[in-house]
């Protein structure tokens, strides 16, 4: 088995499947979504996308994952294919994982925009050092005179 195309619906696992098939056989995964779609999500003509297929499906060994739906000319890699693993899971199970797969990438998102947390005794991570940076709170009107910063 060289030549393994991996095929479903969205949500499916396709990628996750691929990409563990890789690591267990050390074939090389190709992942046509990142092939096939252009900047702003414009779709890969037809006839350029048979074109690219060809050029991919005669390399000697690959893992093809990737499901493109109407743009799809996949008549090219399942020729080529010595094994296709068809993922067939029901709708609302591809639609569950697709929503729970936005809310991980949305937290991971978040997270990237958290500075990580800094040691004690460095200026970041040390309670006296944010303390003492603090800006001063506004005079009490209610106070006459300079009290103490603390």
């Not at 252009?38 to 350029?48: H, I, K, M, S, V």
């Not at 000319?73 to 899971?89: K, S, Y």
Request: charged content about 25%; aromatic content about 6%; overall charge positive.
């Amino acid at each position: 088995m060289k030549r393994v195309v991996v095929v479903g619906p969205g949500a499916a696992g396709k990628s996750t499947l691929a990409a563990r098939l890789g690591q267990i056989t050390r074939l090389p995964v190709i992942e046509l979504d990142e092939l096939f779609w252009r900047p702003g999500l414009a779709p890969t003509p037809q006839e350029e996308w048979a074109v690219i297929q060809r050029r991919l499906a005669a390399q000697e060994s690959w893992i093809m994952d990737g499901d493109l739906g109407p743009y799809d000319v996949i008549n090219v890699r399942l020729h080529a294919a010595d094994a296709i693993v068809f993922l067939d899971f029901s709708p609302f199970r591809c639609a569950w994982r697709a929503i729970r797969r936005s809310q991980e990438q949305r937290l991971l998102e978040v997270a990237a925009l958290v500075p990580p947390p800094q040691p004690p005794g460095t200026p970041a991570g040390d309670r006296r050092t944010r303390r003492r940076c603090r800006p001063l709170r506004p005079a009490d009107p209610a106070r006459s005179g300079d009290s103490p910063r603390r």
